[in-house]
């Protein structure tokens, strides 16, 4: 899907952040993983435009996400993933959405030369009742070792980070949140390009500043979790 953007000023948005804290007794019953590739045209006016497809798509059972962060890190590979083409019970999934069955952590993984969720700020927000919903959004930057360093909700302060994950908490059967990336484009010599990937907002090329473009629910979540 193709995406128009310009060059990020600053600014613009109001959505909220995450919650940070999670009930005491969440648990998440398996792992998410969510994989997107990301790549930069520019046409002959100066419109930079982004193309976003979903590479991958998995599920794996476990408690804990470290030795699936780690996994990543060391292969570039999802531990134990399995597709998730028979964990869905909520059809007519809307293009790159992200079905969530329970509480689990949802791992979202962008790959694409020069592409990165921007750094000093938060790299997912979402409106205030979904918010609440969803907690403990995390940031992380790989290194050359085979090793990561994680940051917290507020993001990184250096650039690098193409993975984050969050908790799901609580969904109402087949109920859809939307979330908005914030990418950050970046070319050696030239200024970076900055897009917020908003659901709300038309792909029509907007005129917001920062540009929000925008797709169609990029999280449907299903069977709720009612404990």
Avoid at 64 to 69: A, E, S
Avoid at 200 to 224: K, Q, R, S
Wanted: contains cysteine; proline residues 6%.
């Amino acid at each position: 899907m193709k995406i128009p953007c310009t060059i990020q000023l600053g600014g613009g948005n109001t959505a909220t952040q995450l919650r940070e804290s999670l009930p005491t007794k969440w648990e998440a019953a398996y792992v998410t993983y969510a994989q997107y590739n990301l790549s930069h045209s520019e046409d002959s006016a100066g419109q930079h435009f982004v193309d976003i497809k979903q590479s991958a798509l998995q599920v794996a059972g476990g408690k804990d996400i470290k030795p699936f962060l780690a996994e990543l890190a060391k292969s570039g590979t999802f531990k134990d993933g399995k597709s998730y083409e028979n964990h869905m019970p909520c059809k007519l999934l809307p293009e790159l959405s992200i079905p969530v069955l329970a509480r689990c952590y949802v791992i979202i993984h962008l790959t694409g030369t020069g592409w990165q969720f921007r750094k000093g700020a938060p790299a997912l927000t979402t409106e205030n009742d979904w918010a609440w919903y969803n907690g403990q959004l995390r940031h992380v930057v790989f290194n050359a070792s085979g090793g990561y360093t994680e940051h917290d909700a507020g993001g990184p302060a250096t650039d690098g980070s193409t993975l984050v994950y969050f908790s799901v908490v609580y969904r109402e059967s087949c109920e859809s949140h939307l979330f908005n990336f914030h990418l950050e484009y970046m070319e050696s010599g030239k200024p970076t390009v900055g897009a917020v990937i908003d659901p709300d907002i038309p792909n029509d090329g907007g005129t917001h500043i920062p540009f929000y473009g925008a797709f169609e629910e990029l999280f449907t979540l299903a069977e709720p979790d009612a404990s």
